[in-house]
């Protein structure tokens, strides 16, 4: 019977061990959460005062909006990690393989270059 290996630096008790990791995590918590909070009574108020209808589109335009936001994300990432790459080519097995680890081999597909 195979068991699944898990990497060491992803496992809840590494991260419980960085506290100092985690504080800082939560300084750049404060302007998520008071966006996420201005999102909500935006939302709130858009549903009271627009039709059905109108609140769908809108809902729908903001949807589309989080979502590019999301690919743009990852199109930076990938640029940033294949700048990697090209700066330390010595590596570029590696980063691909913890590129792969982090964003999922499913996501990723293409080989290191």
Not at 29 to 56: M, N, S
Not at 71 to 98: F, M, N
Request: net charge negative; aromatic share 4%.
């Amino acid at each position: 019977m195979q068991q699944s290996r898990r990497c060491s630096a992803c496992s809840p008790t590494s991260e419980l061990r960085n506290t100092a990791a985690w504080e800082a995590g939560q300084a750049e918590l404060g302007p998520i959460e008071e966006l996420a909070y201005q999102i909500q009574a935006l939302t709130a108020t858009l549903r009271a005062a627009l039709p059905p209808d109108q609140f769908t589109l809108v809902w729908k335009l903001r949807d589309t909006v989080e979502r590019l936001a999301l690919a743009e994300e990852v199109l930076h990432e990938r640029h940033l990690l294949d700048s990697l790459i090209r700066h330390l080519p010595r590596c570029a097995a590696a980063i691909h393989t913890t590129r792969q680890h982090l964003r999922g081999a499913d996501v990723i597909t293409e080989e290191p270059g």
